[in-house]
């Protein structure tokens, strides 16, 4: 019985839990759908906090993801716009889980955003901002997981974050600029957007864009507090100059947000719903640290706002508890599941799930542990065959390196040889400069032997002065005679004085002072004895004033005797310098002769050691080429076999694949050649050789096999005539590795010959290629999708082009002209977009019917097969795409009024019927039963009926412009009434055979375009008769119902207007 009563326990237990996950379930959807719809209107509160809250129950958004991926976010920017503003509340205030989930659709939402970027709508724009600053938002915090994506976090978590490191803080604070930067330029196209339309606050449009705002108003109030930090922390670690670009971006991101925020606090809408705090009127100034006790932390506060109920069916529910910090009176209470408290325990206490939970537990720590040892086990085999690599690698660069580390010595010595010549240069230098020395030394010797000479000639005459002045009383008669020589002697001592100091002068500084004295005292001597020759004279001189003359003589005898020593001094250190420098270069030299000797033994040693490698290393690649040219060999032979083998008569090959082949091989010969003139010229590497030669043996093999397997598919005399040429590739090519293999035919190896046989291999390949197929069967599917992209892009650049338009006409036109163009213009913009609804359906049909027809076949294998419906669909796509083009060109001619309102009726009319041929040409693959099929039905019935407005408002616009005047016949006679009505008639019947000529030369027109779309398949046909898979004669793409009409399949690309004859001019 125990038993029995904990089944039915259980039971109840999983019944009752299965029942409120379908009411969670449900609950979550219908706010999903009530808070994301196309009702140009404010999400509402209460819808988005039961989300946030289901987010908190299932700790993720799951459930939000599930139901969210079901939306059209890539067609309705509205409803985009609303989503992404779910998605910002969801991803502040929901469960912390709510970003891993995110991160998962982080590429589809991008995609929708880039989407969005190029298209003009009302909130396109706005939604492509708003999903980049969603995707900063969600990198930035996946990076930064200390920082929760509210942005709610104290500035110890904030430093934690930033960390120690300067680059890191550097790199975080241009993380966080960006992070702004993606927020304020939000904020200004929304409220850019207010300013430039009529709506304002108090409607529900404008409320709708306003409505994001208070989510970046809560982000920028907090990444500004944090940019601020971070700066005065870089300001106290970094030079100021450094940061002068983080302080230039913070200014300007400091006034657009003030600029917001003021704006944003004016408005009545913000005023109920958030408190916008106010920014101090300048930025802080970081370079003062004290700046920062300044700084005050912008509050951004939400009041309570108690919504009034709607009549709807929501039922009430308790409000959860969020946040993740428990306060201190419940700590010591049990922590109890949000589910609990959302919507009760389970009966009776129980809940199985936590066993569950607990099984999963175990089991993921099974697979953990199992997933461990896959990952020990792949990295140990990782690691062998990276050892066996690496030992492989070591091998092969075993001679590279001894030939690099050979080059290496030898440029090493070298660099000695060098080196040593260089010394030898300074040895020669400083023995020129010890013999010039030595040459100094000599004349300095000469030129104190000089004057000695000259000082003992001085002596002489001072002792002849003396004793001819001690007779001066006796001998009167003897003193012009004494004044004679001293006048001489006085001439002499001048002339040798004059003559050493210019010696001096030139030689040595020092004797150049020395003779300076010299002069000056000798110039005193002069003196003296001119005031000796005077009192010889004058007689008047006394025997005293001699003496005192003979003792200054005597005096000055005695200085010039010292001077002379000092000079004799100097000199034998001279010599003594001389004799030590003469020593030391002579052992200099004698060193330098003996490492010069070794130097250069040295360098014959590695010369021979280096030429013996070289020898060794071009025998080892002449060994290599002659085992890649015998290999080369056996594959041509092999080939050439196969051509006689009974089993190869069986194998065929297509033309294209043969034509493949061939131009492969031609374009290996190539390398082969440039790939021996690069051996001949360096004999040391013929990589490059043995490369190109391994290629050539294959596709030269492959060339001779899939030209005999042609062959069998070709008729009797082509087949010959290739055969032939194969086995002659393959003797030239034979003969051409014959030459390669010896050393004395190396030089004068030629691969022409080869090259002539393959080249006529390949006219034969393009012989037998079947003509007339333009398009190959394998690029179909490729080109479909192409085809239809292009049309796409055609029709967007039509409407870029109207709106360029109508912006223009509004500028240069005015009044009835303005309002003519306005309507014709409006008009082609509703085909255009009628037109992009009948793509987008036609694309939508296509993916179902190759979906649902191809099986298991590839889509490119659908399209192969049913080629001719995708031809006719090509040809449906490109007209449609021609069409618009023509019509944006049409009306940009009238416009402008360049143009004739005909030829835009004209291109309407084209638009009509290239839809038409676009549904019919869909609507040959398509199920009776698809929806598909009825909404491109649809789609063309509406575009039939725009192409219809453009005609009726280009009619309507043609008779407002044209005025008729009226006709006044009055003055006329009978006469000149009767001659006008003639003239009338004759012109009626030019006109009326104008336009019959013309008819005929429209259905001339359409007769030929119908042979030129048609003609080129039946030749197809008839050449392949024998292969009727490839092409089946069935009616022209055309799916027009008039048979007159030639097909549109022919017509242009979009890239060029038809080349359509001008018309005869009017007689």
Known sequence: MNSIHTRVKSKRTEHHLGAERDHFDKQQLSSISKAINSTETPVKEKHARRIILGTHREKGAFTFWSYSQGFPLGTSSLLCWKFCHVLHKILRDGHRNVLQDCMRHYDSLAETGKVWSHLHDKYGQLVSLYIKLLCKKMVFHAKHTDIPPNLEVTDDVLERAAGTDINNVFQLTVEMFDYMDVELKLAETVLRQLNSSIAVTSLTSGQCRLAPLIQVIQDCSQLYHFNVKLLFKLHACLPPDTLQGHRDRFREQFTSQKNFFNRAREMVYFKRLIQIPRLPDSPPNFLHAAALAKHVKPVVVIPENDEQPDDDDDEPEPLIEVSDAPTPSLQSQPQVDIFDQAFGPPNGGFDERDLQIESLKSELELLRMELEKVKAEAQRYVTQLKSQINSLEAELEEQRVLKQRALVENEQLRMELEATRRRNAEHESLQNTFLEADRKAQAT???????????????????????????????????????????????????????????????????????????????????????????????????????????????????????????????????????????????????????????????????????????????????????????????????????????????????????????????????????????????????????????????????????????????????????????????????????????????????????????????????????????????????????????????????????????????????????????????????????????????????????????????????????????????????????????????????????????????????????????????????????????????????????????????????????????????????????????????????????????????????????????????VAKENGDTPSLVQPTRPLSMSPKPSKPPLGRKPTLSQKPNIPSKPPLK
């Open 445 to 1019: 010797e000469q030129r104190y032997n000089k004057l000695k000479e000259k000082h003992t000639e001085l002596v002489a005459s001072h002792a002849e002065l003396l004793r001819k002045s001690a007779d001066t009383v006796k001998m009167l008669s003897a003193t012009q005679q004494t004044q004679e020589e001293v006048e001489r002697t006085k001439q002499q001592l001048s002339f040798e004085v004059e003559r050493v100091r210019q010696e001096a002068d030139l030689k040595m500084e020092e004797q150049k002072f020395e003779m300076e004295r010299l002069k000056r005292e000798l110039e005193e001597k002069m003196a003296e004895v001119t005031r000796v020759k005077a009192t010889l004279q004058s007689s008047e001189m006394t025997s005293l004033e001699v003496n005192n003359n003979m003792t200054a003589l005597q005096a000055e005898k005695e200085r010039l005797m010292r001077s002379v020593r000092e000079k004799e001094a100097e000199l034998s250190s001279l010599r003594q310098e001389a004799q030590l420098q003469q020593s030391s270069l002579q052992q200099e030299r004698q060193r330098s002769s003996r490492e010069l000797g070794e130097l250069q033994s040295k360098l014959k040693e590695k010369t021979s050691v280096e030429e013996q490698m070289k020898k060794k290393l071009l025998e080892e690649q002449f060994t290599l080429l002659q085992g890649t040219i015998a290999e080369a060999e056996n594959i041509i032979q092999d080939a050439v076999a196969k051509l006689d083998d009974p089993l190869h008569i069986r194998c065929t090959s297509s033309p294209d694949y043969l034509i493949n082949r061939a131009e492969a091989t031609l374009g290996s010969i190539d390398k082969m050649k440039k790939g021996h003139a690069d051996y001949l010229h360096n004999m040391e590497d013929a990589g490059g050789l043995l490369r190109s030669l391994t290629q050539f043996s294959h596709l030269a093999a492959e060339t001779i096999v899939n030209g005999s397997a042609t062959a069998h598919m070709a008729p009797t005399d082509q087949a010959d005539r290739l055969t032939e040429n194969c086995r002659g590739c393959a003797t030239q090519s034979l003969q051409y590795l014959k030459d390669l293999k010896a050393k004395n035919t190396l030089q004068k190896a030629d691969p022409a010959s080869v090259r002539v046989i393959v080249q006529k291999i390949l006219h034969l390949g393009q012989e037998l290629r079947p003509k007339g197929m333009d398009i190959r069967q394998e690029e179909l599917g490729d080109l479909v999708d192409k085809e239809m992209a292009a049309t796409s892009a055609s029709i967007e650049e039509a409407v870029r082009r109207i709106e360029e338009m109508m912006n223009q006409a509004r500028k240069d036109t005015s009044g009835v002209k303005l309002e003519v163009n306005e309507r014709i213009l409006y008009s082609c913009t509703d085909l255009m977009k009628a037109i992009r609804m009948l793509v987008v359906a036609s694309t939508d049909l296509q993916k179902e019917i190759v979906e649902s027809g191809r099986g298991g076949a590839s889509i490119g294998e659908f399209y192969a097969r049913n080629s001719r419906w995708t031809e006719g669909l090509i040809s449906a796509a490109k007209a449609v795409g021609w069409g618009a083009t023509e019509l944006v060109e049409s009306a940009d001619k009238v416009v402008l009024h360049t143009g004739k309102y005909e030829e835009l009726i004209v291109c309407s009319h084209e638009i009509a019927a290239s839809t038409a041929q676009l549904v019919a040409a869909s609507k040959v693959k398509a199920g009776r039963s698809s929806k598909r099929l009825g909404v491109l039905q649809q789609a063309s019935r509406h575009v039939n009926e725009m192409a219809a407005n453009v005609v009726a408002s280009t009619k309507t616009g043609q008779e407002n412009l044209e005025e008729k005047a009226p006709m006044d016949f009055s003055g006329m006679s009978l006469i000149k009434l009767k001659k006008e009505e003639m003239e009338s008639q004759v012109k009626v019947l030019e006109l009326e055979n104008e336009l019959e000529n013309e008819r005929l030369r429209l259905g001339e027109l359409r007769k030929k375009h119908y042979d030129l779309a048609i003609v080129p398949l039946e030749q």
